[in-house]
């Protein structure tokens, strides 16, 4: 069974440019969060969709979004990139909404 | 708001030593908790998850225990190996919540 699957692996990016990242779920899986990793911080809760729906929202700012689709993938949108938006983002899956939640490998982007 | 510490925030022990990890949060009224382990530049890997109703899980040289009451949680690991190096997570969550995780405990084991 696949995992977790985020693409792309790697991104290298201006200030002012936009993003989108994509996640591809555990087959079966209905619920997908985002989190953000910068350099020496730790995990900061971005988004939670579940069925389609945005359930919850971290503390970023509105230029940060996503979308859930019907196959249950997910993408998520930065706009007008800033420096400190550099870091690592993972996505992760469950079944369900309260259940173990598995990681993907992560997209590292950079912000020049 | 939910609030989660680990202690220590690094720890550098000798191969085959037995460990305690520690996590602690300020709202005892979690729905789970789980613990990961993620290796440099990588996503997490999952290791256990506790119901809020359980008291401790078991995965091989692994064992998480949950004591609500006290807002604590510990992962004991045995006989610890150098492939065991990583950062170890906790995260917890609340009914309707988001999981919130702690920083993270810096395990190095050496040969």
């Known amino acids: 069974e696949a995992g977790v699957t985020q693409s792309p692996t790697h991104l290298i990016k201006t200030r002012g440019q936009q993003v989108t990242l994509r996640c591809s779920p555990i087959?079966?899986?209905?619920?997908v969060y985002w989190y953000q990793q910068a350099l020496g911080l730790g995990l900061q809760f971005l988004l939670w969709?579940?069925?389609?729906?945005?359930?919850n929202r971290g503390n970023f700012p509105p230029r940060f979004s996503g979308r859930q689709f019907p196959n249950y993938s997910s993408e998520l949108n930065v706009n007008a990139l800033e420096l400190e938006d550099s870091a690592l983002y993972l996505c992760?899956?469950?079944?369900?909404?309260?259940?173990?939640?598995?990681f993907g490998p992560g997209t590292r982007l950079t912000v020049l | 708001k939910q609030e989660v510490t680990q202690i220590p925030a690094a720890l550098s022990v000798p191969e085959g030593e037995n460990l305690v990890l520690n996590c602690s949060f300020t709202?005892?009224?979690?729905?789970?908790l789980q613990w990961f382990r993620q290796d440099p530049g990588k996503g997490l890997t999952s290791l256990l998850l506790?119901?809020?109703?359980?008291r401790e899980q078991t995965s091989g040289r692994l064992n998480a225990s949950l004591d609500k009451s006290s807002g604590r949680s510990t992962l004991y690991i045995a006989a610890s190996q150098p492939g065991d190096s990583a950062t170890y997570l906790c995260?917890?969550?609340?009914?309707?919540?988001?999981?919130?995780f702690g920083p993270g405990t810096r395990l190095s084991v050496l040969p």
């Open positions: 992760a899956s469950s079944f369900g909404t309260y259940n173990e939640q598995f």
């Open positions: 087959s079966g899986h209905t619920s």
């Open positions: 969709y579940d069925e389609g729906e945005e359930r």
């Open positions: 709202d005892s009224a979690i729905y789970n």
């Open positions: 506790i119901q809020s109703s359980q």
């Open positions: 995260a917890v969550r609340n009914y309707g919540q988001n999981f919130v």
